[in-house]
């Protein structure tokens, strides 16, 4: 990185920091703290929740995902734009009716206050654990890629955040996160077309896909019923439903964005302004994953893109190995590119026979490729039992710092950090107000100010950014972060998107029902999640983890409409013969 990667990188994040504080600073009560005054327009909503989503791991983990697995994984946001509709009918409207600050007050006035706590306290478990890993995924990344200490970088970006989210709170979050998307997709924009420019002269957008399409990245739609597949439709169009109701419709990280809206029009414009930008912006960060992988067709690709890992290895009694199987993968890399000509050349001249014969021998080179790849990973296990074999989350930093220009490394990495910064604030805006309002001021006895549950807010915004640090530091890489953020909701939010259900539909179940519904529940989930998943490896699953959400959903209904029959025929008083 040179003096002007600094420059832009530094100026950006202080930017934000410095403009959302300066916005948004003298918030005294807790409607402009917690619900921003409910002055925001539905455009700003609408950034404000597709920032919020799209954290750093979306931006470092999906082109990697796409990389190595093509675009099928788009086919988990196919359930999100029913699931806005769904939810603008039916949560909006309740929401803003009732006033409420969070969406677990409403689950008190339904049902009582121990439903509402234990909905409040798996929020808190399962966000708590999600906002360390949005810090820890790019700290560990660019700590692995740059040699910068892991430690310091999660602390850096958490004291960033906690500066501005504490000052402002959720006002504070939604107008620097409208700055934090421009950046983040100007960013993505440049990349695309920076990788297109950089192409051999005879390579254009049309060709480039054709050549993703011939190593079968171009796979959207899978429409088999297979259950072990992460991603199909059908997972997508009902799993991913499910995901998305539940963490729109009752995640506070997200219903906190808005909540904050003018009216009842602005946050239903706002939800479905991101429900129809939501999937093409996700079709196109993967689509710059695929086209980072036709860069490297014709450009040198490291056997493993995580350089601690390569570094262990190549320290190790087993270096000679690796260094001759990488030299197999150099030699292969040259017959990559040739076959890559032989296709494009066919496709020039429109003969069907040679550009079937080029394409079976990329298929025969993407195979030897991927053996390589595997015996690679062997190695660096044997090497260091604990490195990191996996490098989906690096292939797109690594070719960000390789292959940039001056300049456009440095706002790239002002859009990963960016993207950091913008969904853990919203997680840190959304933990403090559940812990001051639902459980802190729901349980104290005495009434106290405004200004007295501004500033339990605010301490308590500190005290989840402090955690969220700490679990940071602790935490450690999965096998795509992205995937990790995704299957932590799916364990625990269908059950609580079920108990929401059963307050909007199910009117004669009653509070005792649900609570103990929702704690069986959370325990087969995780029981469940352990069993047919997590033993298992990658992509070899006994079920795919978002079906844990319609699982959760289904089971804490089931369950609570059969406790509450069982407790009605308890309390039936008995039949007496005259």
Partial sequence: MGILDWTILCATLLFIVGYGVWKTKGSKNVDDYVRGGRQAKWWTIGLSVMATQASAITFLSTPGQAFHDGMGFVQFYFGLPIAMII??????????RLKVYTAYEFLETRFDLKTRSLAAILFLVQRGLAAGITIFAPSIILS?????DLRTLNIIIGILVIIYTVSGGTRAVSVTQKQQMFIIMLGMFVTFFFILGSLPADINLSKALKIAGASDKLNILDFSFNTESRYTFWSGITGGLFLALAYFGTDQSQVQRYLSGKSIRE???????????????????????????????????????????????????????????????????????MAQDKFSAAISRKEYDA??????????????????????????????SVAETNDK???????????LPK???????????????????????????????????????EDKSDEHYVLASKGFTLLWGVIAIFIACVASLFDNLIQLVNIIGSIFYGNVLGIFLLAFFFKFVKGNAVFFAALVTQILIIVLYYNLIHIYPSGQE????????????????????????????????????T
């Fill in 267 to 337: 946050s239903q414009l706002g939800l479905v302004f991101n429900g129809m930008l939501k999937i093409p912006m996700q079709f196109f960060i993967l689509l710059v994953g695929v086209m980072v992988f036709v860069f490297y067709q014709y450009n040198p690709a490291p056997l493993n893109f995580n350089p601690a890992a390569t570094q262990a290895v190549m320290n190790s009694d087993v270096a000679p190995r690796y260094i001759e199987l990488n030299k197999r993968h150099e030699e292969l890399g040259v017959d990559k590119k």
């Fill in 355 to 384: 550009i079937m014969q080029a394409k079976l021998e990329i298929i025969n080179i993407n195979s030897k490729d991927s053996t390589n790849r595997a015996v690679a990973k062997s190695l660096i296990k044997e090497a260091d």
């Fill in 87 to 96: 939810i603008c009918l039916v949560f909006v409207p309740l929401y803003h």
């Fill in 542 to 577: 006994k079920l795919g983890y978002l079906w844990l959400n319609f699982i959760g959903s289904a089971l804490v209904i089931s369950l609570a409409l059969l406790f509450e029959c069982f407790d009605r025929l308890l309390k039936k008083p008995p039949i007496t013969s």
């Fill in 144 to 148: 692995a890629v740059l040699g910068w």
């Fill in 393 to 403: 989350d690096y292939v797109f930093i690594h070719f960000i710092l390789n292959n």
């Fill in 407 to 445: 300049g456009l490394i440095g706002l790239l990495l002002a859009v990963i950090l960016s993207a950091a910064m913008s969904s853990t604030a919203s997680e840190l805006n959304a933990l403090g107000t559940i812990t001051a309002l639902d459980l802190y001021k729901r349980n104290k006895k």
